[in-house]
């Protein structure tokens, strides 16, 4: 509950929001992953049942307990994390880039602390994962799939600003009527840092016929800034996307692990830079800060790295 987080995690959370720019989501695991180590350390200074750490009341912690943390302390709590609560590696590296954002934040900028007990923290080691895309045959597959329904023109054009613009869920979420200039998309990103994004004639198109075919006919659509809308009469969430997305996976018969909105702007990605995208134009459609963030979604399969191997001129002396 709101009133059981110390003083000290509030400011902290109000900075990230307010300084850092992070979206509210983001300061919602922040906490949450914070309020569990706070827990988690005065479960073992109490001798309390780490099957009790939920009921451990932390409204009481201050500076001078924070100062008592050691990077001990810290590892035995991703321990707990691993052993436990059976957290995946990649969540035990987000609880330990929160905990180190924390001391940095109450060294660095607050001057509470003179030793800083998660300088030398050490993440756990993330394994590189198989990324998970359609290639073009794949994705017409998917867009063949969608359905002829009530939501169909809706539907396809969503699809078509995830596969060529490459935009966030949340993003496309969040368009507005208004957020159209002739062929141009301004895009509220992470931190609400706005980018503007070209609109190709297939999105425009398939978003021309959704508003003359579909959008109007939607009770109250002409009081409403949205975009997309739902049947309603609202804004669409992330959580029905992604629903809308699973169906038409599901529809396609493509065989992969999971197609979500994510996964959709991954493919748009892919095949934008096998088409002849360069990382920086990537970059700035994807509304990436670091180029480095950008490189994840550059990939190639090994055919095509052997094919250029062979396409070298070299290649043909004898």
């Known amino acids: ?20 720019g992070k979206s509210l989501r983001t300061r919602k695991e922040y906490e949450y992953d914070l309020k569990l180590f706070f827990r988690f ?8 049942d780490p099957g009790e750490i939920q009921t451990i009341n932390i409204s009481d912690i ?44 109450l060294k660095g900028k607050r001057r509470l602390l003179e030793y800083n007990p998660a300088d030398e923290l050490e993440s ?6 198989k990324p998970i895309y359609m290639n073009q045959q794949e994705a017409e597959q998917f867009i063949a799939a969608i359905r002829r329904n009530n939501h169909y023109y809706r539907n ?32 509220i990103g992470k931190g609400d840092k706005e980018r503007t994004v070209f ?15 579909e959008r109007k006919y939607i009770h109250g659509a002409s009081n409403h800034e949205a975009l997309f809308l ?54 700035h459609i994807l509304g990436h800060t670091s180029v480095s963030t950008t490189q994840i979604y550059t990939h190639v399969e090994d055919k095509e790295i052997q094919q250029v191997i062979d396409n070298n001129p070299f290649n043909h002396l004898e």
């Open 41 to 48: 350390l005065k479960a073992i200074e109490d001798d309390i």
């Open 199 to 213: 609109m190709n004639n297939v999105c425009l198109r398939s978003l021309e016929i959704y508003k003359e075919k």
């Open 230 to 283: 739902s049947q309603k009469g609202t804004r669409l969430t992330r959580q029905t996307v992604a629903k809308i997305i699973k169906q038409i996976k599901e529809d396609a018969g493509i065989q992969k692990e999971k197609i979500t909105p994510h996964k959709l702007r991954h493919t748009s990605a892919t095949i934008m830079y096998k088409n002849g995208a360069d990382i920086r134009s990537l970059q």
């Open 156 to 187: 396809f054009s969503m699809v078509m600003f995830f596969l060529n613009l490459g935009i966030r869920v949340s993003e496309l979420c969040n368009l507005n009527i208004n957020s159209i200039q002739g062929n141009l998309l301004s895009v």
């Open 62 to 105: 201050n500076i001078e307990w924070i100062r008592e943390v050691t990077l001990e302390n810290i590892y035995l709590f991703l321990e707990y994390c691993e052993v436990q609560r059976n957290n995946s590696t990649a969540s035990r590296a987000r609880k330990a880039a929160t905990i180190k954002s924390f001391f940095k934040y």
């Open 124 to 129: 756990p080691k993330i394994g590189k994962k």
């Open 1 to 20: 509950m709101q009133r059981e987080i110390p003083k000290i995690l509030k400011d902290f959370l109000v900075y990230l929001t307010t300084i850092k």
